[in-house]
């Protein structure tokens, strides 16, 4: 089983294949080493440190408390309820099958 996330209308938009990133048509988003997150040409552009959620400066982008998924002001950005995403008013907007919620999560903030 493959690790795919699609959006709402069940269009493949991105794939994980270990500790790699891919968009819809196979082209690298990025990749993840240990906590930190990089872009497709190997820029640092985000960090995961425990719950929270930071941009490659260093700046809080959001944090996680459970399936909730909040922006750096607390507000609610968006929910994963099993394999489905959802945003902050309770739209399903994506759907991931064979991912861990770490994937999910870093491709809510980083790579969608």
């Known amino acids: 089983?493959?690790?795919?996330?699609?959006?709402?209308?069940?269009?493949?938009?991105?794939?994980?294949?270990?500790?790699y990133y891919y968009n819809g048509s196979g082209s690298p988003l990025g990749r993840v080493e240990g906590n930190f997150i990089y872009n497709g040409s190997g820029r640092q552009i985000g960090k995961i440190d425990g719950n929270y959620v930071y941009?490659?400066?260093?700046s809080p982008l959001g944090r996680t408390d459970g399936n909730y998924l909040y922006d750096r002001l607390g507000r609610l950005m968006g929910k994963i309820d099993g394999n489905f995403i959802y945003d902050g008013s309770g739209r399903q907007i994506g759907r991931a099958d064979g991912m861990q919620r770490m994937e999910i999560i870093l491709f809510f903030y980083f790579y969608l």
């Open 1 to 19: 089983m493959g690790q795919f996330i699609y959006d709402r209308s069940g269009r493949q938009i991105g794939r994980v294949d270990g500790n």
């Open 55 to 58: 941009d490659g400066y260093g």
